[in-house]
């Protein structure tokens, strides 16, 4: 049986790449929320059976000033653990939308978290993968598609532009 994922495809080798990971020790059977918020890039949420919340994630852009103005911020507030994208205005707006800006880097996170987990996904440019989770599960993306599987519990799933 295959699993759907949205593990990243290689890219060319000019592609610059930062990887990142973080690990927060929960405690058994701890009710924990897990928030990833996203621009540019694919979420991927799976629930496990151990007790701590493993978030890794990987930047890629094809200069130096792209890769350094994607800002990557992961912090846990009692049993929130929250991990979010921010990109520099100078990169990934205006600027970038009239052509004399940088592409913003892709970003995708894999996230590996407690089966009962509270977990919301966002992004705007990417795909998400909720799977093997049985509390309140929530995806939601601009342009690609939600994907859930083995999920239990309150589950929802919109995307504007993209497969359910």
């Given at each position: 049986?295959?699993?759907?994922?949205?593990?990243?495809?290689?890219?060319?080798?000019?592609?610059?790449?930062?990887?990142?990971?973080?690990?927060?020790?929960?405690?058994?059977?701890?009710?924990?929320?897990?928030?990833?918020?996203?621009?540019?890039?694919?979420?991927?949420?799976?629930?496990?059976?151990?007790?701590?919340?493993?978030?890794?994630?990987?930047?890629?852009?094809?200069?130096?000033?792209?890769?350094?103005?994607?800002?990557?911020?992961?912090e846990q507030t009692g049993?929130?653990?929250?991990?979010?994208?921010?990109?520099?205005?100078?990169?990934?707006?205006?600027?970038?939308?009239?052509?004399?800006?940088?592409?913003?880097?892709?970003?995708?996170?894999?996230?590996?978290?407690?089966?009962?987990?509270?977990?919301?996904?966002?992004?705007?440019?990417?795909?998400?993968?909720?799977?093997?989770?049985?509390?309140?599960?929530?995806?939601?993306?601009?342009?690609?598609?939600?994907?859930?599987?083995?999920?239990?519990?309150?589950?929802?799933?919109?995307?504007?532009?993209?497969?359910?």
């Amino acid at each position: 049986m295959t699993q759907e994922s949205v593990v990243r495809e290689p890219e060319p080798s000019t592609m610059l790449e930062e990887k990142i990971e973080r690990v927060f020790d929960v405690g058994a059977g701890a009710q924990v929320e897990v928030s990833i918020e996203n621009v540019n890039g694919p979420v991927e949420v799976r629930g496990w059976d151990e007790p701590r919340v493993v978030i890794r994630v990987v930047k890629q852009a094809t200069s130096q000033s792209s890769l350094d103005a994607t800002k990557i911020e992961i912090e846990q507030t009692g049993q929130r653990i929250a991990a979010r994208t921010r990109i520099d205005d100078v990169v990934g707006g205006l600027l970038h939308w009239l052509g004399m800006g940088h592409k913003p880097a892709k970003v995708f996170y894999e996230v590996s978290a407690p089966r009962q987990s509270a977990t919301i996904a966002q992004t705007v440019n990417g795909g998400i993968v909720l799977a093997a989770l049985t509390n309140r599960a929530e995806g939601k993306t601009v342009n690609g598609s939600v994907s859930l599987a083995d999920a239990s519990g309150d589950v929802r799933a919109k995307s504007v532009n993209g497969s359910i």
